[in-house]
């Protein structure tokens, strides 16, 4: 008899077996959880992006993949837009990305060689930031260069208009930070479209995590009138990926 309770005592401390719908739900709870974790990540710490155009050569080149730090300049909380407090305003020679602020939408990567108050200007190439020569940065570079070494000066345009070799000098206003690309002779960064205002300021590059060159092996085109182009995409890719990936680049910090 005793045997008999005990028996009964410990089948009815078994927890029930869990049906399909828990078994689900629980999964969904979990997806959920990971992708909002994801998109925190993504929104307000560290965003990845690819760098599409040559105006940071020879610091950033096409088909670079970077890490972006976005706390550093106060990230965005997302959904209620709200901004955390900065760690730091960007300062001179940091690498980064903002909103282009003639549309509003559209992301770009320059470097900072000026912050509110400075005072700007560009004397045949040279950068000038409040009376003194602005040192390069390690990669930068002019590629309208003659044979015999020398440069290719624009003047200013007609009525004294800036350009791209000579301009200012130009007060960087308050809240605002004057961009350019390192690859000076083919950048259109701030001498064409003014400054950047604090509020389209994204984040700091800080890392390049790959690196895909994609000139002497372009890849095929993708059509969605042929259905064979994924696949072939792929598998020229896949025939190609030594060749196409930079490995020196790889896990490179951004300077």
Known sequence: MSKTKHQ?????????????????????????????????????????????????????????????????????????????????????????????????????????????????????????????????SEHAKFIDNVPGGGQVIQPRRPGGVDSRDNFGPYIVPRNCYFMMGDNRDNSYDSRYWGVVHKDLVLGEAIMIHWSWDDSEHPSPDVSVSDPLSVPRLFIYNAVHFFQKARWNRLFRLIK
């Open 8 to 136: 009964t005592s410990k089948k009815a401390e078994r927890p029930n077996k869990p049906t399909f719908a828990d078994t689900l739900w629980d999964n969904f709870k979990q997806i959920l959880a990971a992708v909002i974790l994801a998109l925190v990540i993504k929104t307000s710490i560290v965003e990845a992006y690819k760098i599409p155009s040559q105006s940071m050569e020879d610091t950033l080149l096409v088909g670079d993949f970077l890490l972006a730090n976005k706390v550093i300049y106060g990230a965005r909380l997302p959904l209620v837009n709200w901004r955390l407090p900065e760690i730091r305003e960007p300062k001179p020679g940091d690498v980064v990305i903002f909103i282009y602020p003639v549309d509003g939408v559209t992301k770009y990567i320059k470097r900072c060689v000026a912050t509110p108050g400075d005072t700007v200007e560009v004397k045949d190439k040279v950068l000038f930031i409040n009376g003194r020569r602005s040192p390069n």
